[in-house]
């Protein structure tokens, strides 16, 4: 799958950018997850927004948001891919493309997210280290990672 990157401000989306993030963002999380929570969640308007094209299609997302939204640091989080993306890489090259851009633009800064258990050894290969809070977070086990800086 040969993605195509965007990185953008909310201020800077198009209507139709926002509304195509939230649909999948509910795909994924109300739908196949079966989670019902606001996904509205007020924290949009403090984010980059880093989406992954296949062709015109969103398969790949994250939202990065600034230190002191979320966390003291800078954070990740709603990172999905579609189900038509999963086992093709993207979420790999989501991840890297996120941190490069958190990089470019934050500086070598640590990172902190709040991930879906199920998925800590993927998140290890990045960087990022349990700090050993756990918690169900809309039914779903969760388990809080910071990546130090480098």
């Not at 003291?72 to 989080?77: K, W, Y």
């Amino acid at each position: 799958m040969n993605l195509s990157w965007e990185w953008k401000r909310f201020d800077q989306l198009t209507a139709d950018e926002v509304y195509t993030i939230l649909c999948v963002r509910q795909q994924v999380f109300v739908l196949e997850q079966e989670c019902l929570y606001l996904d509205a969640d007020g924290k949009d308007r403090q984010s980059f927004h880093l989406m992954g094209f296949d062709g015109d299609e969103l398969v790949a997302y994250a939202r990065i948001l600034d230190a002191g939204v979320s966390y003291p640091e800078v954070s990740m989080g709603r990172i999905l891919t579609t189900e038509k993306a999963r086992g093709t890489g993207a979420g790999i090259e989501l991840m890297e493309v996120g941190l490069q851009h958190i990089q470019d633009h934050y500086g070598n800064v640590p990172i902190r997210i709040s991930a879906q258990t199920y998925l800590l050894q993927f998140y290890q290969k990045f960087g990022f280290e349990s700090t050993g809070k756990e918690y169900l977070e809309d039914e779903i086990p969760h388990t809080e990672m910071l990546r130090k800086s480098l």
